[in-house]
C-alpha cells in the first residue's frame, strides 16, 4: 500500500536535518494522502528530497515522530527487532544492565516508548499514537532478544499515564501487560538495596537515570554530616549512608515517599543513621540556617521546576533560591550536589543560576564534576528532548 507523504515547507524542518527526531506542526506543508492518526507516512523537503518515514499525528503539535531516515525502509518486525537488539547491545556496553533504562524513545529511534528494566521486572510507558499500535510487537521483541542472552523477565508493567499521552490524544494505560506479579520489586544500584513500586512510584517507579550520579557522591560521605534535599524514596541518602556518612538527613514532602524511604533504609540497615523529614524543603532550608545547622554535604534534586518554556523564568528563580539556601548552609569547603532534570533549563542557564547564587551567598565555587543522565538514557544531539538532566559537583569556599 502506498504511504501518504508529507511536505515540508521551504525552510524548515532545521532541528530534523540536524539529527533531531521530530517535524512540528508548522512546518508541515502539505499531505498528499489520507493518514489516520497514527499511520507512518513518508517525509519529503519542499522539493520532494526524501528524507524517511515516521509516525503521523494530526492532533498533536509533534506532527511526525520519525522512524528512518530512509524513505525506502519498511517498518516491519524485522526492523522493529534490529532496533530492539541494537538498543540492548548498547545497554550491555556503556551500563550494569541488573537494572537500566533498555528503550528511551528517540534516542533509540522508537519514537514514544520508555522501557525501564528492574531486576526481572520490566515497565513501559507508550507516549505516541504510533507506538501505541506497535508497543505489544516490540514488547514481544524485547523479551525475545533478552531470553536470547540469558535474562529471565517475569513480568511487564505498563505504566502509560503521563500527561504527554494525553496531548497525543490517547487516554491512560496503566496495569499487568504480561504476567502477573507483586509490583514491590527488590533492586540493587551502587551496593545499596531498594523496594521499587512499579505500580505507585513516580514515572516507571525509580528514577534509574541517577544511578552515577548518586554513585559519584559517594567518595564525598564518607564521615560526613550530609542532607539530602527532595529526597523522594531515598536514593541519595542511602547512596551516602552506604558510603560511611555519620548522619544523613533526607527531606520531602510526600509521606508515602518517605515510607519507602525508611523501608529502604532498614533494608540496607542504615536506620540507625539515615533518617527522613517530611517538610516543604523551601520552608526547612531557611529554618536549619536560623537554627545554625551546618553541614559538610548537601545534595539538592528537585523535580523540574520549569515544565514549559513559558515556565523557565519563574524556574530560574526557584533553582536559584533552593542552591543559596544550600551554599549558606554548607562549612566552609563543604560538597554540594546540585540538579536541574528540566530539559528548559538548558545547561547554559543553569551555569548561570548556580552563578548567581554563589555571588548572592557570598562564596565561591570549585567545581568537582559536571555531569549529565546516566549513559543508558542517551542524549541525541539536535534531539533536546533527550538531554535533560544537568548534575554539577562543586566545593563550597568561603574568604579564600
Not at 110 to 124: I, Q, T
Not at 214 to 243: E, M, W, Y
Not at 325 to 336: I, P, S, T, V
Request: neutral net charge.
Amino acid at each position: 500500500m502506498e504511504l501518504a507523504t508529507a511536505f515540508l515547507k521551504k525552510h524548515t524542518g532545521a532541528a530534523f536535518k540536524a539529527g533531531g527526531a521530530w517535524i512540528y506542526d508548522n512546518e508541515v506543508d502539505r499531505v498528499e494522502g489520507d493518514p489516520a492518526d497514527g499511520d507512518i507516512v513518508a517525509l519529503r523537503d519542499f522539493d520532494g528530497y526524501p528524507l524517511g518515514r515516521g509516525f503521523y499525528n494530526s492532533r498533536s503539535r509533534l506532527r511526525l515522530r520519525m522512524l528512518t531516515r530512509r524513505l525506502d525502509q519498511e517498518i516491519d518486525t524485522a526492523f522493529l527487532r534490529g532496533r530492539v537488539q541494537a538498543a540492548w547491545d548498547y545497554r550491555k556496553r556503556v551500563i550494569d544492565t541488573a537494572s537500566c533504562r533498555l528503550i528511551f524513545g528517540e534516542a533509540d529511534f522508537l519514537p514514544g516508548l520508555v522501557v525501564d528494566k528492574f531486576g526481572e521486572v520490566l515497565v513501559l510507558q507508550s507516549t505516541s499514537v504510533g507506538m501505541e499500535r506497535l508497543k505489544g510487537t516490540v514488547i514481544d521483541l524485547l523479551l525475545e532478544v533478552l531470553a536470547a542472552d540469558g535474562v529471565a523477565i517475569r513480568g511487564v508493567y505498563e505504566r502509560s499515564d503521563s500527561r504527554e499521552r494525553a496531548r497525543e490524544g490517547l487516554p491512560p494505560a496503566d496495569g499487568f501487560f504480561r504476567g502477573e506479579f507483586s509490583t514491590q520489586v527488590e533492586i540493587v544500584e551502587n551496593g545499596v538495596r531498594y523496594l521499587v513500586d512499579v505500580a505507585e512510584g513516580q514515572k516507571t517507579g525509580f528514577f534509574l537515570d541517577q544511578k552515577l550520579n548518586r554513585l559519584a557522591i559517594q567518595p564525598l560521605c564518607r564521615g560526613a554530616k550530609v542532607l539530602d534535599c527532595f529526597t523522594h524514596t531515598g536514593s541519595f541518602a542511602l547512596n551516602a549512608g552506604i558510603a560511611g556518612a555519620a548522619s544523613v538527613l533526607g527531606v520531602d514532602s510526600s509521606r508515602a515517599a518517605l515510607d519507602q524511604a525508611e523501608r529502604n533504609a532498614a533494608l540496607n540497615g542504615l536506620s540507625d543513621r539515615v533518617t527522613f523529614r517530611c517538610a516543604d524543603v523551601l520552608d526547612l532550608l531557611p529554618e536549619l540556617e536560623r537554627q545554625g545547622e551546618r553541614y559538610d554535604v548537601i545534595v539538592l534534586d528537585p523535580p523540574a521546576f520549569a515544565k514549559t518554556r513559558a515556565s523557565v523564568k519563574n524556574a530560574m528563580k526557584g533553582y536559584r533560591d533552593i542552591n543559596i539556601r544550600g551554599m549558606r548552609l554548607l562549612r566552609d569547603g563543604g560538597y554540594l550536589a546540585t540538579c536541574s532534570c528540566s530539559r528548559f533549563l538548558t545547561e547554559d542557564l543553569f551555569k548561570k543560576v548556580l552563578a548567581q547564587a554563589a555571588q548572592s551567598a557570598h562564596v565561591r565555587l570549585r567545581q568537582v564534576e559536571a555531569r549529565t543522565q546516566a549513559p543508558d538514557h542517551p542524549i541525541l544531539w539536535a534531539a533536546d528532548e533527550s538531554y535533560y538532566l544537568k548534575f554539577s559537583i562543586f566545593q563550597v569556599v568561603r574568604d579564600r
